[in-house]
């Protein structure tokens, strides 16, 4: 058999040694794992529980013939367990360490160097347990944990390649970062936790009553303390070695502590809320990361499939999740309201959580979401403050794009910055205008983000023709126009939506319309309210088409937005002779809603107004869908934006429908479809959410089972999905390739 090395050598047979040493061997990493301790016994009870190969009876003929050397001795022993094998080293031999603290072995080994080997690769696993001594060995230990290398400048990219791979064996992922930024690192997340729970419990154990307080003591004193059952000697040398770091980071926690310890005496609820809700909402941050990272592989590799049989009816009444862009604008305008907002519907989405983060961020305190319901305490117009560092807001545009306007109008300076696609996407659409009202912006290489707004800035309103219609921009224009001197008009070329404005009214805001002008003017105020987010209209689409197209169907759709900028959908499915009424109309924060009711009818084909595609746009791929199950030709024409969406929405409907059997033809900014018999088959979403659920209600009509390749980006923009569809009668199940 062949191994990665044949020889090596794990001085300091201890815990991390012993469990080192233990998974090479059940790996056959190498053909000898040789173990040296300084005391006899640890190494006689390694090679008895079958830890190492041999035992080093002769430290300098075992070094001197190891390919790798393992110093898994407390740090504070490096210097001297350098100086007994220098002189036995050879310049081929590869030197790690296990250390918990990287700057004060690197300073150890230039000590007994000078110059350092360039076998040299400093490491660290991150992984543990309050045991010690090798009978405490675990060959699992490192499996699926974290191990840090520190190369050195020196560090021959030879032996850093040896020492991961050596890693690798344990089950570990291995990491690169340098040694000042490790030791910043591990100060905060471990160092400072480890110090915490010490003298979290040595404080209590001190009370005079402390045998009853650890009697009655919960969950969360187990929990919190679990590590003060760590060796106290390595914790000791720890301290000293990673000394100035890790005092930083106490001082930060002692000033932190300070500050909730005057909240609490001045009985001051919204700083306690405030740093228990973004200490929440961190933690929860924190456990998806970590989750994320257990399952990426898993996450890149895996095609979620969607197979949806034939048949069914939709009967029932359902709630759709909230819509999203009244989502965003819920947390803006609470936030910047006078008083407690109450949002409930809120979509729990990424990008609607990146835009509550973001108040977070300029210390607003949010409660939630919790199922949905989101407590704002509103600061006012006024009272925002400037955030820790860059807002980051991931791959949401409309958080971008808005808050760019009301940033632009606050004292202090920002910077905007998203994920990698976010990154592509221009910003002079938004920072063009506002610099026109006085605003300092910087936007990244080619007008893209990240965006740097300068603070303090006096905006003057302006009046502003927007060159393509935008209801991003618009938005932008007026939350700048909340702040600057004067009326604040946007004129648009085409009708876009009108969530903000909307809203704003919601919230006592006066907003002027007048034609395709709407105007707002600085110096009012907003009062907060409660918003029940109306279901969205794009998601409710897939339930209204999947009724309309089958017979038998009866359902309700509840508490929808009917917002006329969005109802396309609804006024085309009628002009298809679609049997749907609006009931219990109503308005919420601005917005109109009712619960729609529909049912079968037999669908005919229609030339779709034209007036009507921008207020469908996101609807297409259902009602091609509609479409193909209408007696009769439909024609879509005007629609080419549909070709740049998540997906060419155009292109791969006609592809998708063709393989189900579909008459249809793409043309260049719609499509020809006439209406007939589907049969099952096998189709691409292409990662494109609408398309995977528009192919899933397809099922109801087609004459045998239809697989959708490429559907996992429906469990981020509608999570229920399934679950509502088969609530209603279709049979839709999600399965991996
Ligand atoms: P451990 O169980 O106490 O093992 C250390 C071993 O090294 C002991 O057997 C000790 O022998 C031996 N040793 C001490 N000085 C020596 C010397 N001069 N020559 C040869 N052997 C010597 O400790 P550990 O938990 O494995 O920790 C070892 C290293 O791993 C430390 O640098 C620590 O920072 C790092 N680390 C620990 C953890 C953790 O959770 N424990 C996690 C990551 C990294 P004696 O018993 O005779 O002293």
């Given at each position: 058999m062949s191994h990665f090395l044949n020889k090596v050598l794990v001085i300091g047979l201890g815990l991390i040694g012993g469990s080192l040493a233990k998974s090479l061997r059940e790996q056959r990493a190498c053909a000898n794992v040789v173990g040296f301790d300084r005391d006899q016994r640890e190494m006689q009870e390694g090679l008895r529980l079958g830890v190492i190969d041999s035992m080093a009876e002769n430290l300098a003929e075992e070094v001197s013939s190891a390919d790798l050397v393992v110093l898994a001795v407390p740090v504070k022993a490096t210097e001297a367990v350098l100086e007994q094998i220098k002189p036995f080293l050879t310049p081929s031999t590869i030197l790690t360490d296990v250390g918990s603290t990287k700057g004060n072995v690197v300073e150890a080994a230039e000590r007994v160097f000078g110059r350092l080997p360039v076998g040299f690769v400093p490491g660290h696993p991150i992984a543990g347990s309050e045991k010690s001594g090798v009978?405490?060995?675990?060959?699992?230990?490192?499996?699926?944990y974290k191990v840090i290398l520190t190369p050195l400048q020196n560090s021959s990219a030879e032996a850093t390649a040896r020492v991961e791979e050596m890693w690798r064996f344990t089950g570990a992922e291995v990491l690169m970062m340098d040694v000042a930024r490790h030791d910043e690192v591990l100060a905060a997340t471990s160092h400072l936790p480890h110090i915490l729970a010490f003298s979290l419990v040595d404080t209590l154990a001190r009370e005079e009553e402390n045998l009853d307080i650890f009697r009655y003591a919960a969950g969360g004193f187990r929990d919190f303390t679990r590590i003060a059952g760590s060796d106290p000697t390595m914790w000791h040398d720890v301290c000293l070695a990673n000394k100035e770091p890790l005092l930083r980071q106490l001082d930060r926690f002692t000033a932190g502590l300070a500050r909730l310890r005057s909240a609490i005496e001045q009985g001051n609820g919204d700083m306690m809320l405030g740093t228990f809700t973004r200490a929440q909402a961190a933690r929860e941050h924190f456990s998806r990361i970590l989750s994320d990272t257990a399952s990426s592989q898993t996450m890149n590799t895996s095609n979620v499939i969607f197979r949806a049989q034939p048949g069914g009816s939709v009967t029932g009444t359902i709630r759709v999740p909230g819509d999203k862009s009244i989502s965003h604008r819920s947390i803006m305008l609470g936030s910047l309201a006078d008083g407690i907002t109450e949002v409930s519907g809120f979509l729990e989405g990424e990008d609607a959580l990146a835009t509550l983060q973001a108040f977070r961020d300029m210390g607003v305190v949010i409660e939630g979401p919790n199922q949905g319901k989101v407590r704002i305490h509103g600061v006012g117009l006024n009272g925002l403050q400037a955030p820790p560092g860059p807002i980051y807001v991931g791959n949401s545009g409309t958080t971008i794009r808005l808050l760019s306007g009301l940033l632009a109008a606050q004292q202090f300076d920002t910077e905007l910055s998203g994920d990698e696609s976010l990154s592509k996407r221009p910003m002079e659409r938004v920072a063009k205008p506002l610099r026109l009202m006085g605003a300092q912006i910087e936007s990244g290489?080619?007008?893209?983000?990240?965006l740097k707004i300068k603070g303090g800035s006096d905006l003057k309103a302006i009046s502003y023709e927007m060159p393509m219609a935008s209801a991003q921009v618009k938005s932008c224009l007026m939350l700048a126009g909340l702040y600057a001197d004067g009326v604040t008009s946007v004129t648009e070329p085409a009708p876009t939506r009108d969530h903000t404005e909307r809203m704003l009214q919601g919230f006592g805001y006066a907003v002027a319309q007048n034609g395709s002008k709407v105007s707002v003017t600085s110096g009012g105020t907003l009062t907060a309210t409660q918003i029940d987010v109306p279901a969205d209209i794009s998601s409710a689409t897939f339930f209204l088409v999947a009724a309309a197209i089958t017979p038998g169907s009866d359902l309700t759709l509840e508490h929808v937005g009917i917002n006329p900028t969005r109802v396309g959908v609804l006024n085309i499915l009628k002009l298809m002779g679609a049997d749907l009424e609006l009931m219990n109309e109503r308005e919420v924060g601005g917005e109109p809603v009712a619960d729609i009711h529909i049912r079968y009818a037999p669908l005919k084909g229609i030339q779709v107004p034209e007036d009507q595609v921008p207020l469908a746009i996101d609807e297409f791929p259902a009602l091609f869908i509609a479409a193909c199950c209408a007696e009769g030709e439909t024609v879509v024409s005007g629609a080419e934006e549909l070709r740049v969406k998540e997906s060419d929405r155009i292109q791969v409907m006609v592809d998708g429908l063709k393989a189900l059997g579909a008459d249809i033809e793409g043309t260049p900014d719609g499509a020809i479809i006439r209406g007939g018999q589907l049969h099952g088959g096998e189709v691409f979403a292409h990662g494109d959410h609408r398309i995977a659920m528009s192919f899933s209600i397809a099922a109801l009509r087609s004459s045998g089972e239809i697989k959708i390749n490429d559907c996992a980006n429906v469990a981020t923009s509608f999570p229920t999905f399934v679950d509502l569809a088969q609530e209603v009668g279709l049979n839709v199940n999600e399965g991996d390739s």
């Open positions: 009978a405490a060995a675990d060959s699992q230990l490192f499996n699926g290489e080619g007008g893209r983000p990240p």
